[in-house]
């Protein structure tokens, strides 16, 4: 049997989720990675990253001289939101792909340049949502995708999760420039993200959102209510002021109820399968999901990215499936800072929304809502 072929890897920014989620993923497909450089403008953080990484990572402080000098041919981005696009689009344009931290850009407009650099360097650009990946949420999915539970009627999607006022005294959180938004770009996306990755697309979206706690510009709290093209209804609730912190997603299809509970990423022993009354025991077994467990993580889906890359095809998480979910938040957004329902497809070139996720708006005042 052939070895695997080393993938030559930079990391671009060596903060909080380059070093506590990429470096781990790289070291666990060490057989299929090199991780050959490292890009940070503090000084001080990447001097620490190269010394737990090793001292063979070549060190940059220019994005663009480490593409010039190294070549690799995969870029992990984990710098702040407002880099994303810029940075991305630069690594495609040196034939690199990319898996970049979520979000994966501020805009449907940002998210479109990127699909413009995709297209003509012939590179990928995928984004890290890694509660996709895994054991469990495959196994949801084939079964909810595949009819196995009958037809999705109801689902509720919840990310109540507990941010302090030091989490956001970091210069680029709570700002529409800088982050996007609030929880709902920032922290509850992981979870619809799930949904519509377990029940397909969307068609309308009503919602609500508010700043109640926290001295920001964005939203610390969102909720929406939605409606799937193939029916279901949904909720979703997206929170930084939850002192009891959950992720959940519950999906009652016509024969069986599916939920996830968790915190910040899942295993197999996390998902439940409740049949309903008139689905034989036999059946309802087939349900479980497989013994070997594969928890939701970034390297669950560092290494199906490098499986797309070694077969040559687009990797999960890229292309229609990114934008679908950001797609989503903008139109969550739209529909909030409105009041009226936005349909998926409406937001396109020209609508404030398109070009940003405030859409204009300068802040959640109720005068601005009116
Ligand atoms: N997937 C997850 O579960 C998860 C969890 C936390 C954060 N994130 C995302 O990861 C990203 C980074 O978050 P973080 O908490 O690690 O932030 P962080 O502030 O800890 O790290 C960001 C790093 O980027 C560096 N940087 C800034 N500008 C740069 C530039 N121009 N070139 C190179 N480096 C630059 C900073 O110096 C810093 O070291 C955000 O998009 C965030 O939403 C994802």
């Known amino acids: 049997m052939s070895l695997p072929v080393r993938r030559r890897v930079a990391v671009v920014g060596t903060g909080a989720i380059v070093s506590g989620g990429h470096l781990p993923a790289l070291r666990a497909h060490a057989d299929r990675t090199e991780l050959v450089a490292a890009v940070d403008v503090d000084q001080v953080r990447l001097d620490a990253f190269r010394a737990s990484a090793g ?9 663009s001289a480490m593409l010039d000098a190294v070549r690799p041919d995969l870029v992990l981005i984990g710098t702040p939101p407002s880099l994303h696009r810029e940075q991305t689009v630069a690594a495609l344009a040196a034939g690199a792909w990319v898996l970049c931290e979520k979000p994966l850009c501020l805009s449907l407009a940002e998210y479109d340049d990127i699909a413009a650099a995709e297209e003509a360097s012939g590179a990928y650009a995928s984004v890290i949502f890694q509660h996709r990946y895994g054991s469990g949420a495959a196994r949801a999915r084939a079964l909810i995708r595949g009819g196995e539970l009958g037809a999705p009627l109801v689902a509720h999607c919840q990310t109540t999760w507990h941010r302090d ?5 970091v210069p680029w959180r709570g ?13 509850g996306i992981h979870q619809f993200d799930l949904l519509l990755h377990l029940l397909g697309e969307w ?22 209510l939605v409606r799937f093209r193939g029916g279901a209804l949904a909720t979703v609730v997206n929170s930084v002021l939850s002192p009891d912190e959950v992720s959940r997603i519950r999906v ?10 968790h915190l910040y990423g899942h295993s197999n022993d996390d998902w439940t399968y409740t049949p309903a009354r008139h689905v034989s025991a036999e059946r309802a077994k087939a349900w ?39 797609e989503f938040a903008a139109a969550l957004y739209k529909a909030a800072f409105t009041g009226a329902p936005v349909r998926a ?9 398109y070009a940003a996720m405030h859409g204009g708006h300068s802040d959640w005042a109720p005068e601005e809502r009116a």
């Open 252 to 261: 009652d299809c016509a024969d069986a109820t599916v939920e996830l509970t």
């Open 345 to 353: 497809g409406a937001i396109g070139p020209g609508d404030p929304f």
């Open 203 to 224: 068609e309308e979206i009503r919602a609500m959102a508010a700043r109640l706690v926290h001295d920001t510009e964005s939203e610390d709290v969102s909720t929406a």
């Open 55 to 63: 001292e063979r990572v070549a060190g940059f402080t220019s994005m």
């Open 165 to 169: 006022t030091a989490y956001y005294s």
């Open 175 to 187: 700002r529409w420039a800088t982050e996007g938004g609030g929880p709902t770009m920032g922290h």
């Open 288 to 326: 479980r999901t497989p013994v070997a467990d594969v928890p939701s993580s970034h390297t669950a889906q560092l290494g199906v990215l490098l499986d797309a890359y070694d077969a040559g095809v687009r990797p999960p998480g890229s292309g229609a499936e990114a934008r679908s979910t950001l």
